[in-house]
């Protein structure tokens, strides 16, 4: 058992198996760097599921995707989309329209404001993912990214 984990936690009782303490260690993991993007996009305005979406429609261009494929590609599974995206669009980030051959489908696309917004992030957002991996070396993070695989692919 770790004991650097268990007092980051301060914790007193040992997990009770070592998958049990990977898992915890995972999330806790993923909770301080989420909690750091969100921390770092609180000044633009924007949730980390928000930027996702932005990132999402900029890799889509032109044609853009319906509300269905956003949620597919997203990487926080988000119950409600569709709120998700009207505060979007009520942000004039993204614009929504009706398909001219299916009128059930509505293609979402990035707006000229959506698009600067997303584009002007990508420094900040490089520098964040750099101060918090830049201290690991590329064997350790391709290693680090091997082992997330292996996880996501048994789980």
């Keep these: 058992m ?4 268990l007092a980051e936690l301060r914790q007193l009782r040992p997990f009770a198996s070592l998958q ?12 301080v760097l989420q909690d750091a993007f969100e921390q770092m996009l609180k000044p ?3 949730s980390a599921a928000q930027y996702n979406v932005l990132r999402i429609l900029r890799g889509a261009e032109p ?34 329209v009706r398909g001219t051959e299916d009128r059930r489908v509505v293609l979402t696309r990035l707006t000229d404001k959506g698009r600067e917004l997303v ?19 590329e064997k350790e993070l391709r290693k680090l990214m091997q082992l997330l695989e292996t996880a996501r692919s048994k789980g």
């Design 2 to 5: 770790s004991p650097d984990l």
């Design 20 to 31: 049990e303490e990977a898992y915890v260690g995972v999330a806790l993991t993923a909770a």
């Design 44 to 46: 633009h305005g924007i």
């Design 63 to 96: 044609e853009g995707l319906c509300r269905f494929e956003v949620r597919d590609r997203m990487i926080s599974r988000m119950p409600d989309v569709t709120r998700l995206l009207d505060r979007l669009e009520k942000s004039g980030l993204i614009s929504r």
């Design 119 to 137: 584009d002007a992030l990508d420094a900040e957002v490089a520098a964040e993912h750099q101060r918090c991996l830049g201290h690991m070396d």
